[in-house]
């Protein structure tokens, strides 16, 4: 566990260093033009410069290890966001924005928030550089959950139920895929249906995967596609049969049930995305596979570079 005193968390130049180490592990590069040659790149150590100022001889242009990351432009100290990042990284269920205020100090929540939203946004994981999971051998288990009330409700085509509820029509819909003992991606999409959860399946999961569902017809015609396809049927009250079951997925929609009620309580439907984009993060690099908090951190520091956030993307998302 990483020590809270740890001089990164307390003092900014010791924080400036730390992010350089996990950015530049191979020396410092021009985030404006790319050249890494280290005879090219001057670091400029004259009091009338700032600390940690960099000049590429190359484009001419200056830089910091901030510099093309989503903590561009912050005025929020180096030695917070280092402690922001370990917090959202090593936190389960994860840290509101109002929590961040109070231990970091800041000092309004407006700011405590874009921070929250910028470090969400460096754990987004691109699938084009993981590719689709699952394989010969390998379980997938596919399901979808409703969290959230939709903030523009689509049209009901069917009557509610006898007990009055309307099911998952006035609610968010996201759908999920979970290697078994490996990695999860989930997605919120506009409706569940066959067409829309097949294409997030053939995109995300080799069809050499067997495939293990509820008894959703929507995913039926699909399932076929694979190299295996077993359900258990919920509604007889099966859960499990020998090793057929989607109680790994269950746990991953538990979690983030737990943590959007418990810890954020409220998520605009446009920011979901970002919300769903940190829960993955962490499970993907939970303590079970080996990675620990620091690790983790570390992570989404490295995905903070390449990636700018603006506030008024972010508000108006």
């Known amino acids: 566990m990483t020590n809270l005193t740890d001089p990164i968390f307390t003092d900014a130049d010791k924080a400036r260093e730390y992010f350089e180490t996990i950015r530049w592990p191979n020396g410092p590069y021009c985030p404006h033009c790319g050249n890494a ?32 990351s989503v903590m561009e432009s912050s005025h929020i100290p180096l030695n917070k966001w280092a402690l922001g990042f370990y917090l959202m990284a090593s936190s389960k269920k994860g840290v509101s924005a109002h929590q961040l205020m109070r231990t970091l100090g800041i000092g309004s929540y407006r700011t405590a ?45 069917r009557k509610p139920t006898r007990g009055g509820k309307q099911g998952g029509a006035e609610k968010r819909v996201i759908v999920g895929l979970v290697e078994r003992g490996g990695r999860v991606r989930t997605f919120h999409v506009q409706s569940a249906t066959a067409e829309s959860v097949r294409d997030l399946l053939v995109k995300n999961v080799s069809r050499k995967s067997v495939l293990h569902t509820d008894e959703s017809r929507i995913y039926t015609e699909t399932g076929k596609e694979f190299a295996g396809h077993h359900t258990v049927v919920h509604t007889h009250n099966e859960y499990v049969r020998g090793n057929v079951h989607t109680n790994t997925v269950e746990n ?17 439907e446009a920011h979901l995305p970002r919300y769903l984009a940190e829960f993955d993060f962490r499970y993907n690099r939970r303590s079970s596979l080996g990675i620990s908090d620091t690790e983790r951190a570390h992570d989404a520091i490295r995905g903070a570079a390449r990636r700018r956030l603006m506030y008024r993307q972010a508000s108006e998302a």
């Open 37 to 68: 040659d280290e005879d090219e790149i001057v670091k400029l150590t004259s009091k009338k410069h700032r600390a940690g100022l960099y000049q590429c001889r190359e484009c001419r242009e200056q830089f910091t290890v901030t510099v093309g």
């Open 252 to 268: 991953v929609w538990s979690v983030f049930k737990r943590g959007m009620k418990g810890i954020y309580q409220h998520c605009g």
């Open 113 to 157: 928030w874009f921070m929250a939203h910028r470090i969400r946004e460096a754990m987004i994981e691109e699938t084009g550089d993981t590719g689709p999971f699952g394989g010969p051998g390998k379980v997938v288990e596919a399901d979808e959950t409703y969290h959230g009330q939709r903030e523009t409700p689509r049209k009901r085509t």
